[in-house]
């Protein structure tokens, strides 16, 4: 997600313990907080309604292996379950996140696979530290126990992984399982504009990169091997890769959010290691500090992979948030990759034609500022709202 401009809202601090100044890379304005209005194409025969509303900013959601409640994760360091009738608090960890800045927070959340035996789920934050300067926080990999009573116990935090992030943007955080045993967690340039460290092209280390890593017996461990780099990264020359999914056939869908001109989705394959291009490259042209956006489709024989997909931030567009490959939910949305904007609020479902191109198709607005997607309880689409609404589409 992209760092905000100057601009404070009460209803942006309500989820937060404090607010925040501009970040070198802010040169627009984001847009105030909208009403809910879910209006949807009638080409896609889809209902939309208001699911939960709050003040809370709600971001991802993942279904409890035992009992099959919708765990849903906060920014703030909330963990909240909703078994369809009820709203309960499974862990409150506001007291180890940083909540300083709006990219910062409890960012990511996914199960042990062995969790119904070790009720330990692995976590994600941005550790807790002072909102006075800068306030630059760590990026933290941990794991949590759930007690006899099914909640997560914050006393039994134990970090497993530490990234050191020169910034307080660009954070990434996104964790999900891929099974057997393994991982991937996004992770951020390291922020502030222009990938001012070259992190992105940086293979000794992880910022701008995909990790992935394996879990066993309460300890992480690299899965690739190399003498050279940093093991535990996958895919790098990435910007922020706030979301990314798993696809067919062993691939992952990375929706990373641009800077100045281009937002892109990327499909690469789950274990073959790739350079997304980040910052030689924003989508598709070259990048250039403070240059002007063109639509070059310069892709040479360099080495980099190149996005599917790119847009750019025309008809109030700002900051893609991915998304999720639909093997899963409403007919009419399966077998295409599920994306949005966070400022616009529109999505569009991405699918291939006959001829093996990739085409955009526009499904609607859930209303702006989309920060997530998730999966309910019954199949159901979910879409999350800075504003802390969570939309259903059925």
């Known amino acids: 997600m992209r760092s905000f401009a100057i601009f404070v809202l009460v209803i942006f601090c309500s989820g937060l313990t404090g607010c925040f100044a501009s970040d070198s890379d802010d040169e627009f304005e984001w847009p105030e907080p909208t009403e809910f209005n879910c209006e949807l194409s009638q080409d896609y025969e889809l209902e939309c309604k208001l699911y939960m509303e709050g003040f809370e ?45 709006m990219e910062q927070g409890l960012l990511g959340m996914a199960f042990d696979e062995d969790f119904n035996t070790s009720k330990t789920v692995l976590i994600s934050y941005i550790e807790e530290g002072s909102c006075d300067g800068p306030n630059e926080s760590d990026l933290i990999l941990a794991s949590i126990v759930a007690g006899e009573n099914g909640l997560l116990d914050p006393s039994t935090v134990s970090t497993l992984r530490t990234i050191e992030q ?19 967690w996004g992770i ?47 895919h790098h020359g990435l910007r922020n890769p706030w979301r990314f999914s798993l696809g067919e056939n062993n691939t992952i869908w990375i929706g990373d959010v641009g800077q100045n001109c281009w937002e892109e989705i990327n499909l690469v394959p789950l274990y073959e290691r790739k350079n997304l291009g980040w910052s030689i490259k924003e989508g598709l042209q070259d990048f250039e500090e403070g240059g002007e956006c063109y639509e070059n489709s310069n ?30 939910g409403p007919e009419s949305l399966q077998n295409g990759y599920l994306y949005g904007d966070f400022c616009s609020g529109e999505i569009w479902l991405l699918k291939q034609t006959v001829d ?39």
Not at 166 to 184: D, E, F, K, M, V
Not at 221 to 229: C, I, K, R, Y
Not at 359 to 386: D, P, Q, T
Request: glycine content about 14%.
């Open 57 to 101: 900013t709600p971001h991802h959601s993942i279904l409890n292996p035992e009992n099959g409640e919708l765990w849903i994760i906060y920014l703030n360091g909330f963990v909240k379950s909703w078994n369809g009738e009820e709203l309960g608090e499974v862990v409150d960890l506001s007291s180890l996140v940083n909540r300083c800045h």
């Open 166 to 184: 020169p910034y307080r943007n660009h954070n990434g955080g996104h964790l999900i399982s891929i099974g057997n045993n393994q991982y991937l």
């Open 188 to 234: 951020g340039d390291g922020g502030d504009a222009n990938d001012p460290e070259n992190n992105g092209q940086n293979e000794a280390n992880s910022l701008g990169s995909i990790n992935l890593f394996s879990y066993k017996n309460g300890e992480i461990s690299p899965v690739l091997n190399s003498s050279e780099n940093d093991p535990y990264v996958l």
């Open 299 to 328: 892709q040479d024989e360099d080495g980099l992979t190149y996005p599917v997909l790119v847009y750019g931030h025309e008809n109030g567009n700002c900051s893609i948030t991915g998304g999720l490959w639909m093997d899963w």
């Open 356 to 394: 093996g191109e990739w085409k955009e198709n526009y499904v609607g607005s859930s209303g702006g500022m989309i920060v997530g997607f998730g999966r309910g309880i019954a199949e159901e689409l979910l879409v999350f709202h800075w504003t802390g609404d969570i939309a259903l589409i059925e």
